[in-house]
Every structure is written in C-alpha cells, then in structure tokens.
C-alpha cells in the first residue's frame, strides 16, 4: 500500500539517523546521558496535563534532546499520512504555501519537504509560540536544505486561502478553541493534523472534525463528511527507526516501533456540492484466528452514513506475502471489498485488490 510518488528512497526506508541530524541541533555536544536525562523529564510533562507541558520549549538544552528523539521517531508518522493520500491529492499539494503551526524543531516541515520533493521556491513557513523552538527548526531546515525558502513566525496573522495548514502534536497543545480560530483566521485550502493517538483526546478532535465538516470535506481517513460513530478512533503506524534512535528510545524506555496517532486531513469544500466516498479503512485490529483476521472498519451505509462493522477476511483468499502483510498491517489502511456473507453480525468478506 506504499504510494511511490513519495521520495522514500533519497533516504532509504525512511529513517533519519542521529548522525545526519546531530550537527544541525541548537547544541550539538550533548552527550548521550544528557539527552536521555532530558528526554525523560519531556516525557514525565507530555504525561501531565496540558497547562504544564509547556517550559521545555524554554531552554536550548531541552529543546536540543526534544529534536534528537522526537524529530526522527515522529517523522514517519508523516509518511504514513502522506502514503494514504490519492496520487490526485498528492500533486495538488506539492506547490502549496505549507504552514506547520505549532512546528517546534520542524519535525514535520522537515518530512513533509523530503518526502514530497518540495522544490524550493515554495513557501514553508514554521509557526510556534516558542522562540527556541524555532531557532531550532531553522537551522534544521537550513541544514538540510540551504538556500530554499523557509521563514518562521511566532504568530501567523493573515489568510493564506491557497495554503495547507498543518498541525503536529499542536492541537493537544493550543486546545481546539485556538486552533479553529487559526483556521479561520489563515482559511487554507488543506487542513491536515498528526495528533496524539489517546482516547481522551479524541473527544477534542471529533468536535473539531464536526466543525471543520461546516466548510471542509474529509479526505482521510473517514469514509465520508457524516458524523463520526467511534467514541475513539486511531490509526495505528508500526515502524522501525535508526540503531542510534532505537538505543535511545530503549534507554528512556519508551517505546516508539508502535506510534499510534489521530491523522487527518480535509480539503475546502467545492462549489458545487458533492458526495464524499472514501471507501472504508480500518480502524481496529481485532483478532487473528487460524483461519482469518478480524478488524473493525468505518465504512459508508446505503444512507451515506459513516458506521464501524466488524468484518471476517479468510486466510485461504490470501497469499502467503499478503498473509504476511496483514499480520504486521498499521491501522489506518483503505480496504476494498465484497461482502460474501454476514456472520454472527460480522461481515465476511472477499477482498477486492487494485490493480
Ligand atoms: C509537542 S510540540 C510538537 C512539535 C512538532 N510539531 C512535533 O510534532 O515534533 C508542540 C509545539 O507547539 C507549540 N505551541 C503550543 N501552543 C502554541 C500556540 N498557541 N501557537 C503556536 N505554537 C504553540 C509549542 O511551543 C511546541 O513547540
């Protein structure tokens, strides 16, 4: 399910080691106790509530070990978002104004650049309330790509109605009153976010989903613009990441091989009217037996209503590679199929593969 549009190989798999980053971050001598000893401080306040999460935005140190763990373990988790999208969306995203509100260390500017091969003259522009953060993010930005355009903001105060809004781990931050007055405020054709997977959260981003669905139309992950019948849904990236990072995320004792995230993205509505199908995605491993999976999916009903079923797909319909696929398979992925029979109120299914 890997949309080869997307500049995976420039990097190999899409891993960003901690040599490539080192010289580029605001301190780059920390030693590795240093940035574990931080990194477990950052992570006792992320665990905390919002209201104080937020001074390790405050000093150069922090900010430094925030970037050497975060950045390259949440980057994937833009690959993951950007390979759901249809090739159509794809390419009218590519030479889009990109404003990445809330971007501390330029985590997503950064994958989303690389990722999408963003030419240069493309405006970037890094939104954060935190100076450090930024400083950060630019001399990230500029190391990696010196000479393109890429400018920072502490507030971002105009309309950009050509732009894609994007927010990463900003909205749990801000709140979703600040971010809705951001939207409206900036007016871009894309709204994207890559949020924390919790379930407390979700509540949060479905209010804000409803309200969006007033001028926007969903493009991932929802099947269509009608309500949402899940008091929690997530997607669900399993990934690896570079030895160096792997070491730390092993010494801080977080575990970041299995990223759960809220991954959206909504597109201004048209003119003229039109129905929204998706298709159906999953939004929930349920069990593997010997003879089948089983996972939740969200899928339109003949009402273009949006509703969470159970379905069944057998094993014996599939391909010892795809046997394989789906044992390791994130949550998040577009399913196609035929409903062969309804069992127990599950649906079994015949998959339906593109070509
Ligand atoms: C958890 S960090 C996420 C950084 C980056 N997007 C990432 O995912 O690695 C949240 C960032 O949001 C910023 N932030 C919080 N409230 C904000 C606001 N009202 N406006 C702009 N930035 C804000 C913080 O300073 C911090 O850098």
Redesign the pocket.
């Given at each position: 399910m890997e949309n080869n549009q997307l500049n995976t190989r420039a990097f190999g798999p899409f891993v960003l080691s901690l040599e490539e980053l080192r010289p580029h971050l605001l301190i780059s001598n920390m030693t590795e106790p240093e940035i574990v000893k931080y990194i477990k401080e950052i992570s006792m306040k992320f665990t905390k509530k919002r209201d104080q999460i937020?001074d390790y935005?405050l000093d150069h140190r922090q900010v430094s070990a925030y970037a050497s763990f975060?950045?390259p373990t949440?980057m994937p988790k833009m690959h993951f978002l950007l390979s759901r999208l249809p090739g159509s969306v794809l390419d009218d995203l590519k030479n889009r104004p990109f404003i990445d509100?809330?971007?501390?260390?330029g985590?997503?500017s950064l994958a989303y650049k690389m990722l999408m091969k963003i030419p240069g003259h493309v405006e970037m522009t890094a939104?954060?309330?935190?100076q450090i953060?930024l400083d950060q993010a630019t001399k990230i930005m500029n190391g990696f790509f010196p000479g393109d355009k890429f400018q920072t903001m502490r507030k971002y105060q105009t309309a950009q109605p050509n732009g894609i809004l994007f927010f990463?781990?900003?909205i749990n931050?801000?709140g979703i009153d600040?971010a809705q007055d951001q939207i409206m405020t900036i007016d871009p054709e894309y709204v994207m976010w890559i949020e924390p997977g919790t379930s407390e959260f979700f509540h949060d981003i479905k209010k804000l989903r409803s309200q969006l669905l007033e001028s926007y139309d969903v493009i991932y992950p929802c099947p269509g613009n009608a309500g949402c019948p899940s008091d929690w849904c997530h997607q669900v990236l399993r990934t690896s990441h570079d030895p160096g990072v792997e070491r730390l995320s092993q010494m801080v004792s977080l575990d970041r091989k299995i990223l759960p995230m809220v991954a959206h993205v909504y597109k201004r509505k048209k003119k003229t009217a039109t129905v929204v199908n998706n298709g159906p995605v999953t939004i929930r491993f349920m069990n593997e037996t010997k003879f089948s999976f089983e996972y939740e999916v969200c899928m339109q009903n003949e009402k273009n209503e949006n509703r969470n079923v159970v379905i069944e797909i057998q094993k014996k319909q599939l391909s010892k590679s795809e046997e394989k696929a789906f044992k390791n398979a994130d949550v998040g992925e577009k399913i196609s199929f035929e409903v062969e029979k309804i069992v127990q109120e599950k649906l079994r299914v015949k998959l339906v593969r593109e070509d």
């Open positions: 937020t935005v975060y950045l949440n509100m809330g971007a501390g260390p985590t997503f939104v954060d309330s935190a953060m990463g781990h900003s931050e801000m600040r």
